[in-house]
């Protein structure tokens, strides 16, 4: 008995141990160097001496694995799996060839990040099936799976359609008895991939309509019907029963024009997707309008939305502008549902300063917005120029503007000096014996402003 637990605990810490040396392994991969196995050349990474077999998959520095383009595994008595983050960070894999290993499972999510991958070899290992979806996001031109103890499955019925492989021996499955027969002929009762029909195939509607899309799917075992969007800004619901789904849009805004909706079913056996993009009429809108801004030419900019595309006229001062070389209206791009351009004036003056209006029509409707434009100042009315006038009693600015408030107050103190002394002169002078008739005495002193 004691003997028992004692040899128990003593495994449990050689478990232990192992995690803690599997720990320490997995916090050294970011800095490691080509695995002992593997011999690492540049974009290529090859694994296959037998005698000192990997037990998962290599690992190099993050730069490295962001290099590699060809990885090749053979002959590895200690391989068996394929997990779902081994591949993450080999993100431009192009080539894997995995063959002559003890590989028995692949992770459905293995090549999630292997957006490149295009010829897969798998031959010769323990593979009894693989699932579709672990390639559904891909673009693979050859993938070879002979040699593998593959299943007479539903799973396994996709690989039927793999002809790209003319080269390779014909496709073998096992049944469950142990006997082996061409996947190509193999036909099982409950096995069909999906088909799906998506209605209307075309949506063209106004704002603010209500539309309903009708999926339906067929296939056995029974699919799963999934809708795929945009983000919608509209309200929707969604109803389904067996094998038919309908989306209801309520209310289509504007902001949904030109999103594809997609409606994907899938079992087993496979899958299949259909979609429509929703087409959403609706009047111009003008987003933004902005103050001429000097580009190359001058340019007043502006956004504009509207499904059918609106025809833009404009306004100078309320008169529509004849445009020709001198002016005229470009679009520049067309993103985010918007229409941007510029209203391109080549080398404008004062003259064309001014009231700008953007008419925006289509057959929904017209929107307009002004601007005023300011290109250069008439410089023989410069209204705008530099003025500024001291009514500030607590001078905060430099000394020069101190002393210069001084002088100002210093001349009007003297001026006032002179109006008092000129009143007096008259009061006094009116009943002088002197007969000093009063005389006008303006003391008109300039002053000048002092500009910042
Ligand atoms: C990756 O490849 C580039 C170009 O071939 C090379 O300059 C760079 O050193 C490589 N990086 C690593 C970490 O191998
Ligand atoms: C793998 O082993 C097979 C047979 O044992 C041998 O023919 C082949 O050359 C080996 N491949 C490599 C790359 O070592
Ligand atoms: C992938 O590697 C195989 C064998 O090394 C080679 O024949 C094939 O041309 C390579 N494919 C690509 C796309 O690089
Ligand atoms: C092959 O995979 C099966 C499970 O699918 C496993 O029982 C068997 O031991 C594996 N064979 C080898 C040689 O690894
Ligand atoms: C898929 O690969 C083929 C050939 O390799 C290429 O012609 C095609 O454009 C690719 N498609 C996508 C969506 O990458
Ligand atoms: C759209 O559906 C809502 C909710 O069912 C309904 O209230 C509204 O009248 C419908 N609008 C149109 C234009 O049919
Ligand atoms: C879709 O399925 C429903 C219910 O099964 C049926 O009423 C409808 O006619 C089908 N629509 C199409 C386009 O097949
Ligand atoms: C159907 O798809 C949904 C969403 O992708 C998923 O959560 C669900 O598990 C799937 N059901 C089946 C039976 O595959
Ligand atoms: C000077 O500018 C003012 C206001 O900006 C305007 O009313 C006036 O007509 C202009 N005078 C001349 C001569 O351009």
């Keep these: 008995m004691q003997h028992a637990t004692r040899r128990q605990s003593s495994r449990w810490a050689a478990r232990g141990l192992c995690c803690v040396l599997a720990a320490l392994a997995a916090l050294w991969r970011p800095g490691a160097a080509c695995p002992a196995a593997c011999t690492c050349a540049g974009f290529r990474l090859s694994c296959a001496d037998p005698e000192r077999s990997l037990v998962a998959f290599p690992a190099l520095s993050e730069p490295e694995m962001e290099n590699i383009t060809d990885i090749y595994i053979a002959n590895q008595s200690t391989f068996s799996s394929i997990n779902e983050k081994d591949l993450t960070l080999y993100r431009n894999l192009r080539n894997l060839t995995v063959t002559n290993t003890r590989l028995t499972y692949v992770s459905r999510q293995a090549f999630q990040n292997n957006l490149k991958l295009q010829y897969l070899n798998l031959k010769d290992n323990n593979l009894s099936s693989l699932s579709w979806k672990t390639f559904r996001h891909l673009n693979i031109s050859y993938l070879m799976l002979s040699g593998n103890p593959l299943q007479c499955s539903c799973e396994n019925m996709w690989m039927k359609q793999w002809r790209g492989e003319e080269a390779e021996a014909e496709l073998l499955c096992v049944e469950e008895g142990g006997k082996r027969r061409p996947l190509s002929n193999l036909k099982l009762p409950h096995c069909v991939v999906p088909k799906v029909t998506l209605n209307p195939q075309r949506v063209t509607v106004l704002e603010g309509s209500n539309v309903t899309l009708t999926c339906n799917t067929s296939g056995t075992p029974t699919p799963n019907l999934t809708w795929n969007a945009c983000q919608l800004t509209s309200s929707y619901e969604i109803v389904s029963s067996g094998q038919s789904s309908e989306l209801r849009l309520f209310h289509l805004s504007s902001l949904d024009n030109e999103c594809k909706i997609s409606c994907s079913s899938d079992n087993t056996a496979g899958g299949s997707e259909a979609s429509v993009q929703l087409n959403v009429l609706f009047p111009p809108i003008i987003s933004k309008l902005m103050d001429g801004i000097p580009d190359h030419h001058w340019c007043i900019p502006f956004s504009v939305s509207g499904n059918p595309q609106p025809e833009l006229r404009w306004l100078f001062r309320g008169e529509p502008i004849k445009e020709g070389a001198f002016i005229t209206t470009r679009i520049h791009d067309y993103s985010e549902h918007e229409y941007h351009g510029c209203l391109q004036l080549d080398s404008p003056t004062h003259i064309n300063n001014g009231e700008y209006t953007l008419l925006a029509r289509n057959v929904y409707g017209e929107d307009r917005k002004s601007i005023f434009a300011h290109f250069m100042h008439d410089p023989w009315n410069d209204t705008t120029a530099t003025e500024s006038i001291y009514y500030d ?60």
């Design 393 to 452: 009693d607590t001078p905060v600015g430099p000394p020069e503007d101190r002393v210069a408030v001084y002088v100002v107050v210093g001349i009007a103190a003297v001026t006032f000096a002179g109006f008092v002394l000129m009143l007096v002169v008259l009061k006094f002078g009116r009943n002088s014996k002197f007969g000093i008739k009063g005389f006008v005495l303006f003391h008109n002193v300039p002053v000048e402003v002092v500009g910042r």
